[in-house]
Structures are given as structure tokens and as C-alpha cells.
């Protein structure tokens, strides 16, 4: 089989900005959607953002809390609720396991075919010490969106900050 490599696109217009996850997004793209996320918080003239996940195959852990945090990062600057865009059953099923119906508004239908426009980020690289502190970062920002995933993720969480604790202090 084939993976389904992972792929972040984007496109910015008329104050609507898409954010599409294309394929099997892994942590490997963590760094990309986090420089998204810092930069979608200077965007001038933002009034919404959707992100499409209609071609997404798998979303892991660590992408959903950097989503969550792209998010965070826009709700204070636009007036609706971020939209999600999804037609995987899985992948909603997922979503709503995870809490994200309480900071996006989740549909299965496009509102615009702004999608078109998506065209490929360069992937962030990212060395081995960043991905780590960033899959920490995504699943402390998970735990904080409801009690499910504060028990699903907690080990995750301190094994990462034990190993944190070593690498520091080793």
C-alpha cells in the first residue's frame, strides 16, 4: 500500500482564508500548520477562516491540537466560528470525539469553492527537539478543549515532559 503522502495548502481571498489538509497529515507537518497559525494572527483583513479536510485521509493527534491552535489563534479576530469542512466519516467522527464542534462549525458541503485557489506550503522543517516541544504543545492544547482528551492525552503529555526534564538536565 502506498502512502498517502500528507500535504498543507492554502489560499487567502477576499477575506477568507483555506486551509486545506490533503492526505495522510501526520506531525511532520506540525511546523508548517504552526508557522500557519502565527501568521494567520497578523493577517489583515481576516474575516474567516475554513478548513477543508475533504481530501484529508487520516488527521493525527498532534495536526488536530496545531488546528485547534489555528483556531485559537483567529478567534478574536474574526466574528464567526472557524468552519470545518469534512466528509470523511471517520475523520468527523473523530472531531466530534475531540471537541472541535465547540470552537469550529463542522459541515460536509463547501461554502465557496475558494479551493481552487489552495496552493501547495512549503513544508517547515522542523529538527527533532522542535517536533517534540511542538507535539507537546498539540496535546496540551487538546487536553485544555474537553476532560475526554485531557484522559486520553495525559500520558502522552507526561512521558513527552519527562523526556523533556532528561534532555534538559542530561
Given at each position: 500500500m502506498i502512502m498517502?503522502?500528507?500535504?498543507?495548502?492554502a489560499a487567502f481571498d477576499a477575506g477568507v482564508f483555506v486551509l486545506k489538509l490533503c492526505g495522510d497529515v501526520r506531525l511532520t507537518l506540525c511546523a508548517t500548520l504552526d508557522s500557519q497559525a502565527q501568521q494567520l494572527?497578523?493577517?489583515p483583513g481576516l474575516q474567516a477562516l475554513v478548513i477543508d479536510l475533504r481530501?484529508?485521509?487520516?488527521?493525527?493527534?498532534t495536526a488536530l491540537g496545531f488546528l485547534a491552535k489555528v483556531a485559537m489563534a483567529v478567534q478574536d479576530k474574526i466574528d464567526h466560528?472557524?468552519?470545518?469542512?469534512?466528509?470523511?466519516?471517520?475523520?468527523?467522527?473523530?472531531?466530534?470525539?475531540?471537541?472541535?464542534?465547540?470552537?469550529?462549525?463542522?459541515?460536509?458541503a463547501p461554502v465557496t469553492e475558494v479551493c481552487e485557489l489552495c496552493d501547495d506550503l512549503p513544508e517547515v522543517p522542523a529538527d527533532l527537539e522542535a517536533t517534540r516541544q511542538r507535539i507537546l504543545e498539540a496535546h496540551r492544547i487538546l487536553m485544555r478543549m474537553n476532560e475526554h482528551n485531557?484522559?486520553?492525552f495525559q500520558p502522552l503529555v507526561e512521558m513527552l515532559e519527562a523526556q523533556e526534564t532528561v534532555s534538559h538536565h542530561g
Open positions: 498517502n503522502e500528507g500535504r498543507v495548502k494572527a497578523e493577517t481530501e484529508a485521509t487520516n488527521v493525527d493527534s466560528k472557524p468552519t470545518i469542512v469534512v466528509d470523511n466519516p471517520d475523520v468527523q467522527r473523530m472531531l466530534e470525539v475531540m471537541g472541535f464542534a465547540q470552537f469550529f462549525t463542522m459541515m460536509a485531557r484522559e486520553e
